[in-house]
């Protein structure tokens, strides 16, 4: 038996058994009610298979020229208690606030501002393909950037490299200094003989350095009257002597010239060279991380402020 009338107007519709379990509900007494303890098809769902939903809602019955684009809307606030599962495209047009863990398995695009306000957890490698600006203190064991661009701060490049750290004993005071410079990539080791005669230097020069660049600082301590050389040179070591065979003391720097590239011991530091930016360096740029060039200051002249 059907029942088929142009309109109808109700207070409440319910659908299959009577359902009690909601009388301890206030506003299951007000005028429009819809219960259905059943399933509930709307539109033309396009179903395959088993049920997969108490509710579920399709597009509207395809009428040429009247088929509305959406098959749900809702204004207003709406509640999810429990999974919410998406299976495919979701586009936000406003403002969205997360309040819980959030876990994304898969690509995530973003083509726009991307700004937060809260701690930042990562636990797997990020790839940036585009510039990327720190405004607040970053930290991270080894930041590893063969080719591409950090911004740390806005200023000048003036070719100064410094630090600057919190004083170790003045609260309120920090200590900035600024590395040395010079027309070599320079490493060097120091210390004091005592009871030996022999500099024993680094294992893992070997193959890092020029050692026909090495050059050797000695200064004898005590009061007596020293005459200390060096007699000997090779990957292992620095033998000293002093000419009259007395026991001595002293401090010792060592330096030495690190290949540009290990690899091609060719590869010269061009030290001055014709140029508008560091673009022009005649050599191999990828040897270099240029402080305020790769750091994305990009300022190719002195200031005159």
Same mark, same amino acid.
């Given at each position: 038996m059907s029942i088929k009338c142009a309109k109808v107007s109700s207070a409440k519709v319910q659908i299959g058994a009577y359902d009690a379990s909601k009388l301890s509900l206030g506003q299951f007494g007000a005028n429009g009610v819809l219960t259905n303890p059943g399933i509930s098809i709307f539109g033309e769902s396009f179903q395959v298979g088993i049920m997969r939903a108490g509710v579920t809602i399709g597009p509207p019955q395809a009428i040429p020229g009247l088929t509305l684009p959406a098959s749900l809307e809702v204004t207003g606030?709406?509640?999810?208690?429990?999974?919410?599962?998406?299976?495919?495209?979701?586009? *936000?047009? +406003?403002?969205?606030? =997360?309040?819980?863990?959030?876990?994304?398995?898969?690509? %995530?695009?973003k083509n726009g501002v991307d700004v937060k306000?809260?701690?930042?957890?990562?636990?797997?490698?990020?790839?940036?393909?585009?510039?990327?600006?720190?405004?607040?203190?970053?930290?991270a064991p080894t930041v590893t950037a063969p080719v591409g661009f950090i911004k740390i701060n806005n200023g000048k490049c003036t070719g100064n490299k410094p630090f600057d750290i919190p004083h170790w004993k003045g609260e309120g005071k920090r200590v900035r200094h600024v590395c *040395?410079? +010079?027309?070599?990539? =320079?490493i060097y080791i120091r210390g004091r003989l005592k009871? %030996?005669?022999?500099?024993?230097?680094?294992?893992?020069?070997?193959?890092?350095?020029?050692y026909d660049s090495i050059s050797v600082q000695l200064q004898p301590i005590g009061d007596r009257h020293y005459h200390i050389n060096v007699i000997e040179i090779?990957?292992?070591?620095?033998?000293?002597?002093?000419?009259?065979?007395?026991?001595?003391e002293c401090f010792y720097h060592v330096w030495v010239a690190r290949w540009i590239d290990p690899r091609n011991h060719d590869e010269k530091l061009h030290v001055v060279y014709d140029g508008e930016s560091p673009d022009d360096y005649p050599g191999n740029n990828e040897n270099f991380l240029i402080g305020g060039w790769d750091y994305d200051h990009r300022e190719t002249q002195w200031g005159n402020e």
């Open positions: 606030v709406a509640n999810y208690f429990g999974l919410l599962e998406i299976f495919g495209i979701t586009n *936000a047009f +406003g403002f969205v606030t =997360g309040f819980g863990g959030r876990m994304e398995n898969g690509i %995530s695009i306000s809260a701690f930042n957890i990562g636990l797997a490698a990020s790839n940036f393909s585009g510039p990327t600006v720190c405004n607040a203190p970053l930290s *040395a410079e +010079g027309p070599e990539a =320079g009871d %030996s005669n022999v500099i024993q230097l680094p294992e893992y020069w070997d193959g890092l350095v020029d090779d990957k292992e070591k620095v033998v000293v002597k002093e000419a009259d065979d007395k026991p001595f």
